[in-house]
Each structure stands twice: as structure tokens, then as C-alpha cells.
């Protein structure tokens, strides 16, 4: 079982240490670091490359919307699980536009934020209700700021591994189940990204279910 290491941002030092012991029991999740503010966690991620960092929206210094952007840029990577106290879909849609892979409120139990971090790091994606609920309001809105390349094309094969991402299903679990390899399906992946204009595997779900092809 590999370990998935993990870096926590949020200025609330008793934040930090309640979900360091929730998530403490989890033998797979290895803390590697705290960050009480956006410049912290840029110098501590140089130094550690995380699997996934848990961020907080509003920090001193630099805030985690601008956090996610030098991340995404500079470690594109690394996973960024937002971990904040706002619900506004504003903002849920904006930072998984800028690369977030998912978007989790501070009151969720733990056994969701275990959830999401190795689904993130295994899927490269995690969206609970609330924010699936919010894409879909949002989508549906003629004018939707979510913007992708024109006049796009997909193939059968590139819309058939489409609906498997968007399933959850892993690399390796997609390459099984239609008997490719592993490295075909994440260049197939990487084509998805490109083609589409999305940042990663969330785009692409927000781009599938923009367009009709998941439900």
C-alpha cells in the first residue's frame, strides 16, 4: 500500500490539529507538513512534493485561490483539495477552473475528507453533492462561464474513456475494463485535457456533463 503524502493549509492552528487527529487513523495518509498561510505552503511544498494539499480559501499572505494557481502552474501534479468554510458556487466553479480537484466544507466528516483525498490522488477528481449539485445549476445557465475549445470532436474511443473517468474508475481499472494499456489510457487522458481546454479530470467532468454525455 503506498502512502499518499498530504500537506494541510489553514491558519486555524486548532483546525489543523482536529483534522490531523481525524485523520490520524488512516495508515495510508502521511502528514508531511502545516501551513498557517499561502507563502508557508508554496516553500514547504518546494521542499516535500505532496501527493495532495488540503487548503483553506482564506489565509494572510497569500489566499487559497491564489495558492491554487501558483500550485496548479508550478506542480501541476499535485492534487488540490479545497477545505474551506464557503459555500458559494461562485467560487466552488472558479477554483476547480483554475485546477482545484475538488471542493469540501469544513463541517464534513471525516471518513468524506478520507474519502476525497484518495480519490483525488487515485482519480484525480472528488465532488460530493454539493458541488456536483452546484456544476449542474451552473452549467445549465445560458450564460456560463465556463468556456471550452469550439467546435470540438470526440471519437467513440475518447467519449467511451470519458464515461469511464467520470465514473471514477482509475487508470489502471478504465485500461482493464476495455483492454488497453494503463499508459494509452493516461495519453488518451492527457488528449482529453488538451483537446477540450479544461486544466484536469474535473474539467472534463464538468465538460461531459455540460454537453450530455454523463447524466
Known amino acids: 500500500m503506498s502512502l499518499i503524502k498530504y500537506i494541510i493549509a489553514d491558519d486555524h492552528k486548532i483546525f489543523r490539529q482536529g483534522l490531523k487527529y481525524a485523520l490520524s487513523d488512516d495508515e495510508s495518509l502521511n502528514l508531511v507538513g502545516e501551513a498557517d498561510n499561502g507563502l508557508k505552503l508554496m516553500s514547504l511544498v518546494e521542499k516535500q512534493i505532496p501527493d495532495v494539499v488540503l487548503l483553506d480559501l482564506k489565509m494572510p499572505e497569500m489566499d487559497g485561490i491564489e495558492a491554487t494557481k501558483k500550485l496548479h502552474h508550478s506542480y501541476p501534479g499535485i492534487k488540490i483539495l479545497m477545505l474551506t ?69 470526440l471519437n467513440d474511443r475518447e467519449t467511451e474513456v470519458l464515461k469511464l473517468i467520470c465514473q471514477e474508475l482509475t487508470t489502471a481499472e478504465i485500461a482493464l475494463k476495455i483492454f488497453l494499456s494503463p499508459r494509452t489510457i493516461e495519453g488518451i487522458r492527457t488528449s482529453l485535457i488538451e483537446k477540450i481546454g479544461v486544466r484536469n479530470t474535473a474539467g472534463l467532468v464538468v465538460y461531459a456533463l455540460k454537453n450530455g454525455i454523463i447524466r
Open 85 to 153: 468554510s464557503i459555500d458559494d458556487e461562485h467560487i466552488i466553479l472558479h477554483l476547480l477552473e483554475l485546477g482545484a480537484n475538488g471542493y469540501l466544507l469544513k463541517n464534513a466528516e471525516p471518513d468524506e475528507i478520507k474519502k476525497a483525498i484518495h480519490s483525488v490522488f487515485a482519480n484525480d477528481y472528488y465532488f460530493n453533492p454539493i458541488v456536483s449539485s452546484t456544476m449542474l445549476r451552473k452549467i445549465t445557465l445560458k450564460n456560463s462561464n465556463i468556456n471550452f475549445k469550439d467546435a470540438i470532436k
